[in-house]
Every structure is written in C-alpha cells, then in structure tokens.
C-alpha cells in the first residue's frame, strides 16, 4: 500500500510540471496567429488600396498599349493625340509561318520587320487601306476597360502592366473602318508578295559531272480569304494578321528520269522551222543513277547535289550554228520542164511544197511524206504518165520530174539516199541513172542528213525550168562529180496488131517504141585541189524496153508478118512509178571511170532569188 501511494505522488508531482510547461506554448501560437492575420489584413488593405487607386488614376497605366502604340501615364486627351497622328502612319503586319513553327497567333509585329528570325511578310501603311478613326473613342474605350473591374481585378492588372504590356484591342464598330476597294487591292498585292512559286527540280551538266538541284515546294496565299480577313479587321492588337496558305507541289526528278534524259543519244544543234529558232545541242552523260538517287533522298529541298559523271559533247553547239546556218550551197541541179500545161503546173505544185523543208542531223526526208497525196482537191491536174507500160493521163503526172531534180541535187550534196527507184523507161530529161521515180502508196524517194549541220532544201520553178537546191554548211573543200555506165541496150520489137475498122491495107501507130537499157552510176569526191578521192558505186538504173505497136487494117491479101527488131528513141515526159527488179551484184570503179554527165550551160541556171 505504502509504495502504491509513492508512485501516485511521484505522478502527481510530475504531471503538475508538464502543465507549468505547456502553458507559454499556447501563449506562443495565439500571437503568430495573430500577427499573420494582421499581416494578411494588412496586405489586403494595400492591395485594395492599389485597386482603388488604380480605377481613380487619371492616366493610362504603365505598359499600356493601344494598337502597338504606347500610351503609358498619358491622359485621355494626350492618348487620343498620339493616335491620331500616328495611327495612319503605322503599318498592318501581314505574316505565314510555315506548318512546323510555332503558332502564329502568338507572334508579335517585331520593332524591326529585318531583323532575323522575323517571318516572311508583307506591310500595309493603315491610311493605304484608307482608314478612317475615331481616335478620341478609341483612347475612352481603352481607358474604360481599364477600369472595368472591381478594386480587386484592378489591382492585380495594375500590377501585370508593370510587368507585361497589355494591348487593348478596341477597333470594332465605327471607331475604326477601312476603304473595301483599297483593302482589296492591298490583299492582292500581299498574296502576290508572300506567294512562293515552286522550285521544280532540274539539273544542269558540267564539264565532268551533273549539278542536281532537288525540289522545293513553294506556296500559295489564298488572296480572297485575306481580302475578308483585311475588309473585317480579323488582325491581333498588335496589328499583325497571319495569312493562310496552300502548299504549292514541286515537280519532282528521280536518278533515273535524269539518267533517261542525259545518256540519250548525243545531238547536234538545230532548227526549228516553226518557230525559225536554233534548238539547243544535247549532250551525252553517264552517272551511277543509285548513287545520285541517294544523294538526292538526303539534300534538303532546294539543295543542290553534284554528281560525278562521264559527259560525251556533240560536234555542234548552238553558238556554233548561229553563224554558219545555211550559209553554203552543197548541191545544185536544173531540169527544163516540158509536155503539158497540166504537166508543167504539177511539177511547179510539187516543187513549192518541198521549198523550205528543213532536215536537222539524222533527219531523213520522205518524197510522198513531205509532198503528200496527189489530188484534184490540192491542185494537181490529169497529166500524162505510165501504168503498166501504157501512157495514160493521172492526177499529179509530172511530179517525178521534181523528185529527180532533187536526187541529182542531193548525189551533189554527198548526201546519203536511203531509198530510190529507177523509172520504168527512160526520162528524157535527167542523165541516165540520175532519176528518181515516185508514186503515192508505192516507190518513195527518201534520203538522210548525213552532214553534222541542218540543211534546207530550196526548190524554184521559173521560166519552165526546175532547181533544186541544197543549202547547208561546208566544212570542206569536197566536191562531187557523178557518172554513169551503160551495161547493156535492148532493142524493142515491132508488133502488129489487127484492128477492123480501119480501112483495108491501112496502118496506124498504137504505141510509140522505147529502147531498154542497163546503167550503173558512180559518185566520186574531189578535194578542194582538184584531186580524186574517191570513187564509189551509187545505183543500177534498169530502163524497160516498150515495143512499137502497129495498128493493121484488113489485108487484100494473107501476107505472113514477123518482129521487126529496131533502134528505139527516149520516152517523152510521161513516168511510171514501178519498183525495179533487183540489182546485180556490184562491180568496183575504175579510178577515173568515163564521164557522161549531161551540164546545162550556166546561162540556162536558174537562181533563187
């Protein structure tokens, strides 16, 4: 009992100690309460102060700004002023950004519109577009706004002003209008200056490689969309308007397609007879197409890569040709023209429509392609000719006279024909060999521009003569001489035939007779000295012998009739296009075979004029 007592009073003892402790501890916390609410009263009371003062100052706040202009601790009337003598003067910011920056709403017109970092952009003066102000309701409207708020919320503003600047955007109703028509022009002069045009891929050769410049996509600014934008005064406070914009695509190049282009087949400088222009020269390039590929995958667009490359050049180029286009005659030749008034037209018909044709190197030229079909509705004219060995007149007879013209002008020419035939008989107005027969849906007269220059061909009909000239560009002193080389001759026979009607004993001519012959030709070259180059075989010509046919009344008497074998005479001007039997095969020249050729004298040439 005794010890229970003792640790009663010990405890007791004890807990009257902790009491005595505790107490200052409250005493403690009950000031600091007091001190912070006084503290937060006190702050209060400030902060209300500050509003209150705020909505009694009788000037704009610090970092106050009405459309980009500062109007800070100025009075109503000071602010009216500055905007309006400084409003017309200031510029609308029309700006894009591209898909990839950062949201244009946020961007401010920049002090300095050059400086880096600012986007593309156009500048509108406000009194361009026409505006017209009410500077004193604006500045009343930007200063009531200010004071719209309880002593709270002005407060807080008063205090964000001193560390932002605030824009107060009152532009609406009829403090601030614009001019339409002008607005309208301003837009379109804006969409035209911020409009990019697509930069297409494209490459140039050098000396040893190919400079490709990748593409770039350009863009285009919706001019209408900005004419409302503009006309509404869609703009921020700052006066700065972002514009909207479609995507422009470029046209694009793969390794391969350039590949495709540059290693085509190598080409000389040429004409354009449409247009009467020189075409550019081609050169020949060869590249390693993946690699370039992916070098092109890397660049950046509008980058411009270099590619190692293997470049072949052409003989001429267009600086070249300038001065040497059609300057010398290579081959010439005149045929006179006989037989009808219809006969001489198709030949003079025939001769403009191959006047002025022009062959760029490798071009090769078609008789019936260039000439085209022989009809009544083009003008050509029933006129003697040959089918199957009988004279009869067609539309267009006569214009074989114009293609062997040109043949004998293009042996002179040293050009290369690609396809010929001989008439069937004989003509009477061009050498032996030196023919060339022609017919619509069957023989042509073809021949190649060999030469490394374009050549015209010039074609005259005048005094009832033909000339066929070959103008182009002589690099040499070669000239060309032909002959020709009869094989053999076949007589024709004499045939009678009965005809009733005519009187007893009585004979008339039916056919006339050609003698048959066998030619070969041969071009030979000389140099600018007179020498022999060289000679070579041209063509085999294999003439038809027609036989002369007699008409024969009825005989008194039966006398026995047989062929009368006699000499022949040259057809007249009728021809027969018919593709000759094939040749034999080739005999080698002599060095100076026996000339032959028929030369009219100089008087009887005609000029082009």
Request: proline content about 6%; aromatic content about 8%.
């Amino acid at each position: 009992m005794e010890q229970r007592t003792n640790e009663a009073a010990v405890q007791k003892k004890g807990g009257s100690r902790l009491q005595k402790e505790e107490a200052p501890k409250r005493g403690r916390k009950k000031w600091g309460f007091l001190i912070v609410l006084f503290l937060c009263a006190a702050c209060l009371a400030a902060y209300l102060g500050l509003g209150a003062y705020a909505l009694r100052l009788d000037r704009f706040w610090p970092g106050s700004y009405i459309l980009r202009h500062d109007v800070s601790g100025l009075t109503l009337p000071e602010a009216a002023q500055v905007l309006r003598d400084s409003l017309p003067e200031t510029d609308l910011f029309i700006y894009y950004l591209p898909e990839d920056a950062a949201d244009g709403r946020a961007f401010s017109a920049p002090e300095d519109p050059d400086a880096e970092g600012v986007p593309p952009h156009y500048s509108v003066l406000l009194s361009d577009l026409g505006m017209e102000l009410d500077a004193q309701e604006l500045a009343e409207s930007a200063f009531a706004a200010q004071r719209s708020g309880s002593m709270l919320s002005a407060g807080r503003d008063y205090l964000q002003h001193h560390r932002t600047a605030r824009f107060s955007n009152f532009y609406a109703g009829n403090m601030l209008t614009l001019d339409e028509t002008k607005a309208a022009s301003a837009a379109e002069a804006a969409a035209e200056a911020l409009s990019i045009a697509p930069q297409d891929a494209s490459y140039t050769v050098t000396d040893d490689s190919i400079r490709i410049q990748a593409a770039k996509d350009g863009l285009q600014i919706d001019g209408a969309a900005l004419k409302t934008a503009i006309r509404d005064m869609e703009w921020l406070a700052d006066l700065s308007l972002k514009a909207d914009y479609t995507v422009a695509p470029a046209k694009t190049l793969t390794a391969q397609e350039i590949y495709d282009e540059v290693s085509a087949e190598v080409k000389n400088a040429g004409y354009d007879p449409e247009t009467g222009t020189i075409t550019p020269e081609q050169v020949g390039a060869e590249f390693d197409v993946a690699a370039a590929q992916a070098a092109l995958d890397a660049a950046a667009p509008g980058e411009t890569v270099e590619i190692d490359a293997v470049i072949e050049y052409p003989e001429v180029t267009a600086d070249e040709l300038k001065a040497v286009l059609f300057r010398d005659v290579l081959g010439e030749y005149t045929t006179k023209v006989g037989g009808t008034a219809a006969r001489r037209s198709n030949v003079k018909l025939s001769a403009s429509s191959i006047n002025g044709c022009v062959l760029n190197t490798g071009d090769v030229f078609s008789y019936n392609g260039v000439v085209g079909q022989r009809t009544a509705a083009r003008g050509y004219q029933p006129a003697p000719a040959y089918v199957k060995g009988e004279t009869v007149d067609e539309i267009g007879g006569g214009i074989c006279q114009t293609s062997s013209t040109l043949y004998y002008a293009c042996l002179l020419a040293n050009l290369e024909i690609t396809e010929r035939y001989a008439h069937r008989y004989i003509p009477a107005y061009i050498t032996a060999g030196m023919d060339a027969t022609v017919s619509w849906g069957g023989p042509d007269y073809k021949f190649t521009n060999n030469t490394s220059y374009p050549i015209k061909i010039v074609a005259v009909y005048e005094n009832n003569r033909v000339t066929v000239r070959i103008l182009g560009t002589k690099t040499d002193g070669v000239t060309v001489k032909m002959t020709n080389e009869r094989l053999s001759t076949t007589n024709f026979e004499v045939v009678y035939e009965d005809d009733p009607t005519l009187a007893p004993g009585t004979e008339q001519v039916k056919t006339t007779p050609y003698t048959g012959s066998k030619w070969r030709t041969y071009r030979h070259l000389y140099d600018a000295d007179g020498k022999l180059i060289s000679s070579t075989y041209e063509a085999t010509s294999d003439y038809k012998a027609r036989n002369k046919v007699v008409l024969r009344g009825p005989a008194k008497a039966a006398e026995p009739s047989a062929p009368v074998i006699g000499p022949g005479e040259l057809p007249g001007d009728p021809e027969e296009p018919e593709i000759p039997a094939e040749e034999p095969a080739l005999e080698p020249p002599v060095e100076e075979p026996p000339v032959s050729v028929i030369v009219l004298p100089e008087e009887e040439l005609e000029t082009t004029p």
